[in-house]
């Protein structure tokens, strides 16, 4: 990235507008001088976070950074918009570029991000550590894709519609006013949807069966969306699969190897979370059954409380 005479140096003290929003958002705003330029980050979970990044300087912007994640991570970055740069002090480089999808692992790496003047950067992060990476897919595969600890860039490839959809939930879920207990759920099956996505391709799970390819991938993906986005409909096996366009068997082999679930088992899982929150929100026990796929308040009283090991009515109105 070329860097022009007139471009500005931020360095890791210079001053920004930091500030929490309500919903629990960490947003930082350089100053008004220097164009449109603010982040903001979200921590969905113990070391799993989404944030998100939108620079438009008026002048070339150099940003000093000492790294701002705490300990080891990897971080999947897809471009919305325009480009950027990173230049380590170790000498290693990044760039980021819309329609692109860009993953690193490393600790804390100093160097500086650049910004070209007049351009409009915009990027999405999913930023998981390694404990959390540990628990959701095994110690032997995250230190496998991790490595040292030293800025590594695993991959950088155009990015999958699987993932630019996932990122356009993502982007409409954190407009104002939309970020709120309802939506958290949905917010999360996203981000590691995503997160899923990007691993299985550096590191595809270990099995006897034939490897999944990157359309059998993204056809999975799609299924469980449909599983998201259909909560309240009965959905069957057969009818994922003719979706998706693939066979029942492999679907279901597919969803065994990629998501250690079945298409009914991660049905129920997505539905009792989906209840846990609207309950948790103040909807009645009636209202949550039939948003999430019962007819009858009773068979869902049961489910839950099969699932949970208290009954949906002890959740609704607590936080109220």
Excluded at 95 to 119: K, L, V, W
Aim: aromatic share 6%.
């Amino acid at each position: 990235m070329n860097i022009s005479k007139g471009s500005c140096r931020l360095g890791l003290n210079s001053p920004r507008q930091r500030n929490v929003q309500a919903d629990g958002r960490l947003c930082l705003q350089l100053d008004e001088t220097l164009g449109q330029c603010h982040s903001e980050l979200l921590q969905l979970e113990q070391g799993l976070s989404l944030g998100r990044l939108h620079y438009h300087p008026v002048r070339t912007l150099i940003e000093e950074t000492a790294g701002p994640h705490d300990g080891h991570v990897m971080v999947v970055t897809l471009g919305l918009q325009g480009r950027s740069g990173f230049i380590g002090q170790d000498g290693s480089s990044l760039a980021f570029e819309a329609g692109h999808t860009t993953i690193t692992a490393f600790r804390a790496t100093p160097g500086e991000r650049r910004y070209q003047a007049n351009e409009t950067a915009s990027q999405l992060r999913v930023v998981i550590d390694q404990a959390t990476l540990c628990k959701y897919v095994g110690q032997a595969r995250a230190e496998q894709v991790l490595g040292s600890g030293r800025l590594q860039r695993l991959d950088f490839r155009p990015s999958s519609k699987a993932a630019q959809a996932h990122a356009a939930a993502l982007v409409r879920y954190l407009q104002p006013g939309l970020l709120d207990p309802a939506n958290r759920l949905d917010l999360h099956i996203h981000t590691l949807s995503l997160l899923a996505e990007q691993f299985n391709l550096l590191a595809p799970p270990q099995t006897t069966a034939a490897p999944l390819s990157t359309q059998d991938i993204e056809r999975l993906e799609r299924a469980r969306n449909l599983l998201c986005e259909q909560l309240h409909t009965p959905l069957t096996v057969e009818y994922l699969a003719t979706s998706v366009g693939m066979n029942e068997h492999k679907l279901k082999e597919g969803f065994r190897h990629l998501f250690d679930s079945t298409p009914a088992k991660m049905l129920l899982d997505l539905r009792m979370r989906k209840a846990m929150t609207l309950l948790e929100s103040g909807q009645q026990v009636a209202q949550a059954a039939w948003q999430v796929g019962y007819k009858y308040p009773n068979n869902f009283t049961v489910a839950f409380t099969r699932y949970f090991g208290r009954a949906p009515k002890t959740i609704f109105g607590r936080k109220r």
